[in-house]
């Protein structure tokens, strides 16, 4: 059996627009179970980091278990990183790519278990700016459908269906990227680069095939332009680019900035549009809870 007595789950009660009282009340009699102390905090979109660290260091929990989508999940790390807390995800939110790529499976039961086992992998976590990035980023086209996503009122994936014309329609696309590596300077056009530390969008787009979240490197991606059979081909496990499509740069620190501000996002939250991004990596900083 794991070795902990306090549990702290962290709901975002508006994620994927579904109701979570039923998984709170089974995670809760799941803790209590193990004789463990059980304690819930429910996100409000105002000022979440800084309320989950006040609730950390009152309820000095021995891991923390993440009931939302990608945003929920890097809300938390931001509020424990550098504290050595393992997490657990339940994935609930529009998007779930960080635990797609992490392999959480769907049924709750196994869930619970994996929440509450002892079975974890160290993610590298990625400094962009100053934020952190578990997942994948990104500068151009998709950050502009995130960014009209988030201001319009429809929520989940018809959302981001119903904002993919009129992002197209609108996009100045492409976009002249400067990618500098240990001082070499490299020049780049394209639909949108991408930082990614695992394989996969939500979506289960796999963009970066060869990406691993443990190997102390991260990948850019360069999309070089809108190819329909290259953009399918992306749905396979064994997909591999076309360089006329796309061109992939494996490292452990870039410096990227643009002509012009674009528009960026970070494990699905638009962040701002900018022109410059600073990349770090954090190796094997976040515990997370696996099968
Ligand atoms: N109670 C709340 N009310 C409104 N927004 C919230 C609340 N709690 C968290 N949030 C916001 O939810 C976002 C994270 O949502 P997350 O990505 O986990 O789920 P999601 O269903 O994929 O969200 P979305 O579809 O909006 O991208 C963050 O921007 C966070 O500030």
Known sequence: MADFRNILMVVNPISGGEEKDDLITEVQRAVEQQNCRFQLFKTTGENDIQKIKDEIEQFEPDRVLVVGGDGTVKIVAEALFHKDLPIAIFPAGSANGLALNLGIPDNREQQIEIALSDNFTDLDVLQVN?????????????????????????????????????????SKYPYEYEVEIDGEIYNHKGIMLAIANCKKYGTGANINPEGKHDDGKFEIIIFKNIDITEILGTLREDVKFDPNFAETISTKAAKIRCKKPIAFQIDGEFIENTQKIEVKIAEKSLKIAVK
């Open 130 to 170: 100053d934020e952190l990035c578990l997942h994948l980023s990104d500068i151009g086209l998709n950050a502009e459908l995130i960014r009209n996503y988030e201001s319009s009122s429809v929520r989940g994936k018809f959302g981001y269906l119903m904002q993919s014309i009129p992002t197209l329609i609108k």
